[in-house]
């Protein structure tokens, strides 16, 4: 079946450092890719996604790039701020089967004034 | 605006109880989702329906049960409650004929099973 593997955290950065979350898939077909953001003590919004290989999602100064060679889609921002801190998930879906998603585990980033 | 909304926020329910978390969306979508997360597990799905009377078992299925009488509503029921089944529970929607392949999720149901 399908999977998502995600860097683990957490991650501790200060702020104005190079972000780098490592995501990678296992999908028969192809899946479309997502990045969601979860903030404390709220659900999760969509941050970025691509739907075919070498699109790239952008959002916020946060880019990836859906690599089918690779079967990746890491996430990247040049300058973290305080307020970047939060949970990030690496996701796939089937095409056609929007919202029905594989998600990984999650990766815990704090950026330190 | 639109939204998904989640009731209750906040559970605390002894072991054998029937549970019931709600979940309402008011986009019209016509696909709607349980997940649970669990430290370490990301995000798990429970059930999900792609459409009235529509529903189907996901990857953590066993001791949940879900109904869709309407496009709004998928409440998701926890039969005889267990301490396994503590956890944070997101309702999701999406609607591929928006030609959005994403979820929109609501803001979680914090389940306490004691």
């Known amino acids: 079946g399908d999977s998502v593997t995600q860097m683990e955290g957490p991650v501790t950065l200060s702020e104005e450092a190079f972000l780098t979350i490592n995501c990678t898939y296992t999908?028969?077909?192809?899946?479309?890719l997502f990045w969601y953001v979860q903030y404390p003590g709220e659900g999760l919004q969509l941050l970025l996604k691509?739907?075919?290989?070498?699109d790239k999602g952008s959002n916020k100064g946060f880019e990836a790039t859906y690599r089918k060679e690779t079967t990746s889609f890491h996430l990247e921002k040049g300058s973290v701020q305080v307020s970047d801190s939060a949970v990030y998930f690496c996701?796939?879906?089937?095409?056609?089967?929007?919202?029905?998603?594989?998600f990984g585990d999650g990766t815990t980033l704090t950026v330190k004034p | 605006d639109a939204e998904i909304t989640q009731s209750p926020r906040h559970k605390i329910t002894e072991t054998g109880r029937q549970v019931t978390l709600a979940c309402h969306q008011t986009?019209?979508?016509?696909?709607m989702f349980w997940y649970r997360q669990d430290l370490g597990h990301g995000l798990r799905l429970i059930h999900y329906?792609?459409?009235?009377?529509?529903?189907n078992k996901g990857e953590v299925s066993d001791g949940y049960s879900v109904s869709r009488s309407n496009t709004e509503d998928l409440p998701l029921t926890l039969e005889s409650a267990a301490s396994s089944q503590t956890s944070v529970y997101f309702c999701a929607s999406s609607d591929p004929k928006t030609g959005r392949a994403e979820a929109f999720f609501g803001q979680g149901t914090r389940l306490t099973v004691v």
């Open positions: 986009w019209n979508h016509n696909n």
């Open positions: 329906s792609y459409g009235v009377q529509d529903t």
């Open positions: 996701a796939l879906s089937d095409q056609g089967n929007a919202g029905k998603s594989t």
């Open positions: 691509a739907t075919k290989a070498d």
């Open positions: 999908a028969t077909g192809y899946p479309s």
